[in-house]
C-alpha cells in the first residue's frame, strides 16, 4: 500500500473489506476506508498496558495537515501519561453540558431564580415569559433569530393581544441582556428588533351603561372571579393587590392594610373599604381554604392567570349588550374608579391617596403624613352606593 498522502486520500476507493493505511509521518495515525465509502482519521496508541484508538475527525472535514497536528497533540500528551481518550471523551461532555446549560430552558431557569424570584413583579414576568420559555425550552439561544422572534410577537398580535406583544418584546429583550451579562451569549441580538404595536396612552373606563352590563355579566362568574373584578371597580386598586389579599391584611371589617412589599411604588397603603366592598371580602360562599386567601380557585394558591376570565366577562358583556363592547382590560376598572370618583367630587389628592399613585409634589407627599383616613372612607362609600344605585 502506498503512503499516506492528499492524492491517496482524495483516489482511494472503498472495498468489500475495511481499509487502513498507516501514514509515515505519524507513528500511530491511520486512514480507514468504510466498505461504505466513508474516510476517516485515526490514532491508535497504547496506554496503561492497553492498546486504543480514537477517532480524530472525517474525510473530508479533516485535512491531512489537521489530522497529523491533532495525532501530535496527542502524542504530547501520552509523553506526560494523559490518555488521549478519556481526555476527549471530558472535553465532548463538557461540551455537551455547554450546549445543554446554554439553551433557553436551562437559562430561563436561572434567570427566574436569580432574577425574577427577588422582584415584586417576577411573577407578572414570568407570565409573559411563558409560552416563550415552552416553545423555545430546547432551543440554544444563540439560535433564537430575529425572524423567530419577529413571527412569535406577529402570532400574538394576531391574535388580538397587541398589548402583550409588547409586553413580551419587553420580557424577553430583558432576559437576553441578562443573558448577555451572564456570558451566556456573545451580545444580544434581538436589541434591535423593534416593538411590535405602538402604543397610545389609555383613556378607557366604563360608562354608567356598561358598569350596568359589568354587573350583570359577573353574576355568571362570581366565585372568585366575578368578586375580584367587582372589588376592583369598588376599590380601585391594582389587579394583583386585590388578587393577593389575605385575612392577615384586614386589620379591621372596614380596613385593608397593604405593606410596602406588596405595592408598586414601594409606600405602605391603608384602604377603607366601603360596605359593598366588605360584603365582597367577607361573603360566606368564598372558597375554603387555610392560607387565609380571599380569591382563589383551589384553595391553595394565589389567583394568577386572568386572561381567560376576562375574556369570558367581555364575551358575557357583549352578548348582554348585543353589540361589540370597545376592548377593556382589568385595569380599567381601577381607571373608571378614579373616573367616577372625581365625578361625585372628590378631590384629586384624597384620590391619589386612594390609589396610591405617587403625589406630583413629592416633599409634600414626604411631610404631609396625613393620610386622610375619614375623606378617604367617605369618597369610596359614596362611589359604592353609586354603583349599587346604578346596577339595583
Not at 471523551?89 to 446554554?102: D, F, L, P, Y
Amino acid at each position: 500500500m502506498n503512503k499516506l498522502s492528499v492524492k491517496l486520500i482524495e483516489n482511494i476507493k472503498p472495498t468489500a473489506k475495511r481499509q487502513r493505511v498507516p501514514d509515515t509521518t505519524v507513528q500511530g495515525l491511520s486512514l480507514v476506508v468504510q466498505p461504505s465509502g466513508k474516510k476517516l482519521f485515526q490514532y491508535r496508541y497504547r496506554f496503561d498496558k492497553r492498546d486504543k484508538s480514537v477517532t480524530l475527525g472525517t474525510v473530508p472535514a479533516m485535512s491531512l495537515k489537521e489530522a497529523r497536528d491533532k495525532a501530535v497533540d496527542f502524542r504530547r500528551m501520552l509523553d506526560v501519561n494523559t490518555d488521549p481518550l478519556h481526555n476527549q471523551r471530558q472535553q465532548k461532555a463538557i461540551k455537551i453540558e455547554k450546549t445543554t446549560n446554554s439553551t433557553i430552558g436551562a437559562a430561563m431557569q436561572r434567570y427566574e431564580a436569580e432574577k425574577l424570584d427577588r422582584l415584586r413583579s417576577g411573577n407578572n414576568a414570568k407570565s409573559f415569559l411563558r409560552e416563550f420559555k415552552a416553545e423555545y425550552f430546547h432551543l440554544e439561544l444563540a439560535n433564537f433569530s430575529k425572524d423567530m422572534f419577529r413571527e412569535m410577537l406577529q402570532n400574538i398580535v394576531q391574535q388580538g393581544h397587541s398589548i402583550k406583544a409588547n409586553r413580551v418584546y419587553t420580557h424577553v429583550r430583558t432576559f437576553m441582556n441578562w443573558a448577555e451579562a451572564e456570558d451566556l451569549i456573545e451580545y444580544n441580538h434581538l436589541s434591535k428588533v423593534k416593538k411590535p404595536v405602538a402604543e397610545v396612552s389609555r383613556d378607557r373606563f366604563l360608562s354608567d351603561d356598561e358598569i350596568r352590563l359589568f354587573w350583570r355579566a359577573t353574576e355568571d362568574d362570581l366565585e372568585p372571579w366575578g368578586y375580584l373584578y367587582r372589588l376592583l371597580l369598588l376599590t380601585g386598586q391594582r389587579l394583583n393587590e386585590c388578587a393577593r389579599m389575605t385575612e392577615d391584611e384586614l386589620v379591621s371589617s372596614d380596613h385593608w392594610h397593604l405593606s410596602s412589599d406588596r405595592v408598586k411604588n414601594k409606600k405602605q397603603h391603608d384602604v377603607f373599604l366601603s360596605k359593598q366592598a366588605q360584603e365582597i371580602v367577607f361573603r360566606g360562599n368564598r372558597i375554603a381554604n387555610d392560607n387565609g386567601l380571599i380569591f382563589t380557585t383551589n384553595g391553595q394558591s394565589f389567583l394568577q392567570s386572568f386572561d381567560k376570565p376576562t375574556k369570558r366577562l367581555r364575551a358575557r358583556m357583549n352578548e348582554l349588550a348585543g353589540r361589540e363592547l370597545k376592548h377593556f382590560s382589568p385595569h380599567d376598572f381601577r381607571r373608571t374608579c378614579e373616573t367616577g370618583l372625581a365625578m361625585l367630587g372628590t378631590p384629586q389628592p384624597v384620590i391619589d391617596r386612594i390609589t396610591n399613585h405617587a403625589s406630583p409634589h413629592k416633599m409634600a407627599r414626604v411631610y404631609n403624613m396625613w393620610e386622610y383616613r375619614a375623606e378617604k372612607a367617605a369618597a369610596l362609600q359614596k362611589w359604592a352606593d353609586h354603583v349599587e344605585g346604578l346596577v339595583s
